[in-house]
């Protein structure tokens, strides 16, 4: 069913008046609007694999009530929330120095943001995702424009890839439906404690600056992961990761959790 022409007549005005705000020349204005239109477009794509995509034709409220950078879409799946934002009069790769700064106050005044999506307008739309800490390294390069030190992809893909590397994949060797020898056993646990403690220096290099963050990040890393880790191997042993395998992890976090608070 299509939307009352009232209901698009207003959305089209939000548009124009979002592109309006954004840009400093009639120009600027046109190449914003037609930038968007292909980006909506490519954005659309994501529907398919379980993604939500929204316009963001407001500015975003930080907690102050002052006006936060507005991207142009906002994307989401599950918990994994990212705010897309077109750069336009860059070369692909580069952005203005003051924007970094702009994205950096974005990131560090909503603690449910996990990171922007930076895109071009060139061929294929490029696009590259940067998160709070990988903006930070920006952030202090002296140069500007600043450039991305970031391989670009097409922006869809550079979504999915960043929503993917939010979770932990395991590759399960097909033997292990049978009960693996003890050595292979031990093999599989040091391969699982050295995953996690790759994991826990990594969060401890990040640097927060929102309370919230600083007191999740801290709360985790503290914790000890052995028996995350004893679970796993077990699980992984028997090729097992059925619903009940899933719904026990989901107790122990919930213990362990619990237990350090």
């Known amino acids: 069913m299509s939307r009352p022409e009232p209901d698009r007549q207003l959305e089209e005005f939000l548009r124009r008046a979002k592109a309006e705000q954004k840009s400093s020349t009639l120009r600027d204005r046109a190449d914003r609007l037609l930038h968007e239109s292909v980006l909506r477009r490519l954005l659309a794509s994501l529907l398919s694999d379980g993604f939500r995509i929204e316009e963001a034709l407001a500015p975003v409220a930080r907690g102050t009530g002052e ?49 922007v999506v930076l895109v071009w307008p060139d061929s294929e739309y490029p696009a590259a995702t940067l998160d709070a800490f990988l903006l930070r390294t920006h952030l202090d390069d002296p140069t500007d424009p600043v450039p991305i030190r970031l391989d670009l992809s097409p922006v869809a893909d550079a979504i999915k890839a960043f929503y993917d590397a939010q979770f932990l994949s395991w590759h399960i060797p097909e033997g292990l439906f049978n009960r693996i020898h003890p050595r292979e056993d031990a093999d599989l646990e040091g391969a699982i404690r050295q995953l996690f403690a790759r994991r826990v220096q990594d969060e401890r290099g990040r640097r927060y600056e929102i309370p919230a963050k600083v007191h999740a990040r801290d709360a985790v890393v503290a914790r000890s992961f052995e028996a995350f880790v004893l679970f796993l191997r077990d699980a992984l042993s028997r090729g097992s990761l059925d619903d009940e395998t899933i719904d026990a992890l989901v107790q122990l976090i919930e213990q362990v959790t619990s237990s350090h608070d």
């Open 67 to 115: 006006p936060a950078l507005a991207p142009d879409f906002i994307v989401q799946k599950e918990d994994v929330l990212l705010y897309v934002y077109l750069v336009l009069n860059q070369p692909p790769a580069t952005v203005a120095r003051d924007f970094v700064r702009q994205l950096s106050d974005v990131l560090n005044s909503n603690a449910a943001l996990n990171a």
